[in-house]
């Protein structure tokens, strides 16, 4: 750069034009007290920005609750939308479809979310057929997790480990779990 130039630019008054980078914000609508528990954890890494909301109905399943939720929520004040549901073992490609048609995206597991908390420990493939079992096998895995007290910070350790396993696991299987892309795209730098 010449002196001329240089001279020209430091004594130049304007103001520069302001510059920050675009945040991105989530929100995660939870089917379960697990899932809210789990994410509102996630919510203390200083790079993660996400809002919770767990839709309490007396009746389960309540995914198709979860989705029209989430989306109805306000679009403006988000980067994405995420439902996150249990798919309990049923076909939820209609309710999949259903989402992404409105905006949202699905982050479901096969049969529940302790789908995703298993995989934290270990590549488990085995069927596990319903939540009473997928409990079940968490709780061998971590004997003080109950459902009412999941913490993030038992599974933190785990959390690149439980997204390639989910990576690996066929997509609609028993088990099966989306959670690794809601995770992936909530941690991406």
Do not use: N
């Not at 073992?89 to 699905?106: H, I, K, Q, T």
């Not at 439980?162 to 088990?175: T, V």
Request: with cysteine.
């Amino acid at each position: 750069m010449s002196k001329r130039a240089k001279r020209e630019r430091e004594t130049r008054l304007e103001r520069r034009r302001p510059h920050r980078e675009e945040r991105r914000v989530y929100l995660v609508v939870c089917e379960g007290g697990t899932e809210k528990a789990c994410f509102d954890g996630m919510k203390r890494h200083p790079d993660v920005h996400m809002h919770t909301l767990h839709v309490r109905r007396s009746k389960h399943p309540q995914r198709e609750i979860v989705v029209r939720s989430a989306a109805e929520a306000g679009r403006d004040e988000y980067t994405q939308i995420w439902a996150v549901f249990d798919t309990d073992g049923e076909d939820v490609a209609s309710l999949v479809a259903e989402a992404r048609r409105s905006g949202v995206e699905a982050a479901h597991s096969t049969p529940t979310f302790e789908t995703w908390l298993i995989l934290h420990f270990k590549d488990h493939r085995s069927a596990l057929v319903d939540g009473a079992r997928a409990a079940g096998a968490l709780k061998a895995l971590l004997p003080r997790w109950s459902k009412g007290g999941t913490r993030f910070e038992d599974f933190s350790d785990g959390l690149r480990d439980a997204c390639a396993r989910a990576e690996r696991l066929p997509p609609g299987g028993d088990p099966g779990t989306r959670v690794h892309l809601l995770v992936g795209a909530v941690l991406r730098p």
